[in-house]
Antibody, heavy 118, light 107 residues
Framework: EVQLVESGGGLVKPGGSLRLSCEAS????????MNWVRQAPGKGLEWVSY????????FYSDSVKGRFTITRDNARDSLYLQMNSLRAEDTAVYYC???????????WGQGTLVTVSS | DIQMTQSPSSLSASVGDRVTITCRAS??????LNWYQQKPGKAPKLLIF???TLQSGVPSRFSGSGSGTDFTLTISSLQPEDFATYYC?????????FGQGTKLEIK
């Protein structure tokens, strides 16, 4: 069974940093690209970042470029999102999502809440 | 960036109704269009990919159509568990933008 479990969320002050993790199981992690998607309270879905299976291709949304860094450790079946210079508008539930070969996001984690507030 | 616009933003319907949600892309995306269902407090769930292909395990009352810029999600006969928010998403190019969502409520 495919499982994605996020962790690392919490309350952080503006300008602070946080590192999210997503632990994968039930599939060959290195064979799949992965994504981070976020959802601000009461709002819609926003794609944040993408990383290919070998980490050779990485993309970010303009809203996080230069502040967030996506990485993965295929030996640990884990995906990460390092978030620096956090702003109030980064407050959201952050989901990791598997990138199916079709380009869709076929499995999602349960999400982890990041709150940026003083 | 490709903008995705869904209509309506909200919709009231009854169990058994046939419902259609539309999604329009700001430029042609071929059939690189996916539909997701999200219930409160839960992660999104993939329903349809490549505009019209039903994800494994999704009931056949869900269907998708369209290509280019105009797409539809149809639920042929609403069931109680279908009341949720639906999102379209393009994966033609990065950023992989989502529509703003359509909230389907019980009438």
């Amino acid at each position: 069974e495919v499982q994605l479990v996020e962790s690392g969320g919490g309350l952080v002050k503006p300008g602070g940093s946080l590192r999210l993790s997503c632990e994968a199981s039930g599939f060959s992690f290195s064979s799949y690209s992965m994504n981070w998607v976020r959802q601000a309270p009461g709002k819609g879905l926003e794609w944040v970042s993408y990383i290919s299976g070998s980490s050779g291709y990485i993309f970010y949304s303009d809203s996080v470029k230069g502040r967030f860094t996506i990485t993965r450790d295929n030996a640990r079946d884990s995906l990460y999102l390092q978030m620096n210079s956090l702003r109030a508008e980064d407050t959201a539930v952050y989901y990791c999502a598997r990138d199916a070969n079709t380009g869709s996001f076929d499995f999602w984690g349960q999400g982890t809440l990041v709150t940026v507030s003083s | 960036d490709i903008q995705m616009t869904q209509s309506p933003s909200s919709l009231s319907a009854s169990v058994g109704d046939r419902v259609t949600i539309t999604c329009r892309a700001s430029q042609s995306i071929s059939t690189y269009l996916n539909w997701y269902q999200q219930k409160p407090g839960k992660a999104p769930k993939l329903l349809i990919f490549a505009a019209s292909t039903l994800q494994s395990g999704v009931p056949s009352r869900f269907s998708g159509s369209g290509s280019g810029t105009d797409f539809t999600l149809t639920i042929s006969s609403l069931q109680p568990e279908d009341f949720a928010t639906y999102y379209c998403q393009q994966t033609y190019s990065t950023p992989r933008t989502f529509g703003q969502g359509t909230k389907l409520e019980i009438k």
